[in-house]
Each structure stands twice: as structure tokens, then as C-alpha cells.
């Protein structure tokens, strides 16, 4: 449900969707929220600088989506981006 789904985005502390529609969706789950995390948009194979996380005791990164093969859907290429992202 979007209430579960809001309430594993708003928990997170930087939150990344792959390509415009999933960024667009996770804006729209934390649109309500003024503490919500910060969001940013993944594009892989594009070059980007953007969002840092707030700065944090723990840093918890939730990827949302079918990911039957890892590889196929880039999971390797975002965690690796999310390590950029953080440090």
C-alpha cells in the first residue's frame, strides 16, 4: 500500500529513484511530509553531481523495485552510486 511505502521512503535518509517516473512517484509518497528525506534521480550511465543526505549517525539505503537479476537491472551500478552519493 502507498501508506507502507510512505512510511519506508520517509525512514530512509536519502532517497533515490531510478529514472524520472520512480523519482516523480517517491516526490509524490513525501509530498505530505516536511521532514521527508531528500530525494534524488538515478540515471544510470549519465554523469550527474546533486543531492547530498542529511548528515547522520546511520545512513540506510532502500532499493524498491523487481530485481530477479541484479546485474540486468543495475543494482551493482546504483549501490555504487550511492556510495558517491554519501561520501
Same mark, same amino acid.
Given at each position: 500500500?502507498?501508506? $507502507?511505502?510512505?512510511?519506508? *521512503?520517509?525512514?530512509? !535518509?536519502? $532517497? $533515490? @529513484? $531510478? +529514472?524520472? &517516473?520512480?523519482?516523480?512517484?517517491?516526490?509524490? =509518497?513525501?509530498?505530505?511530509?516536511?521532514? !521527508? #528525506?531528500?530525494?534524488?534521480?538515478?540515471? /544510470? +550511465?549519465?554523469?550527474?553531481? +546533486?543531492?547530498? #543526505?542529511? /548528515?547522520?549517525? &546511520?545512513?540506510?539505503?532502500?532499493?524498491? @523495485? &523487481?530485481?530477479?537479476?541484479? =546485474?540486468?537491472? @543495475? *543494482?551493482?551500478?546504483?549501490?555504487?552510486? @550511492? +556510495?558517491?552519493?554519501?561520501?
Amino acid at each position: 500500500s502507498s501508506d $507502507v511505502c510512505s512510511s519506508d *521512503l520517509r525512514s530512509a !535518509s536519502l $532517497v $533515490v @529513484g $531510478v +529514472g524520472p &517516473r520512480l523519482k516523480r512517484q517517491a516526490d509524490t =509518497y513525501l509530498t505530505p511530509f516536511e521532514d !521527508s #528525506p531528500p530525494t534524488f534521480e538515478l540515471d /544510470p +550511465g549519465i554523469n550527474v553531481t +546533486g543531492a547530498r #543526505p542529511r /548528515p547522520a549517525a &546511520r545512513l540506510d539505503c532502500l532499493f524498491i @523495485g &523487481r530485481a530477479e537479476d541484479k =546485474y540486468l537491472k @543495475g *543494482l551493482d551500478i546504483a549501490a555504487e552510486a @550511492g +556510495g558517491h552519493l554519501i561520501i
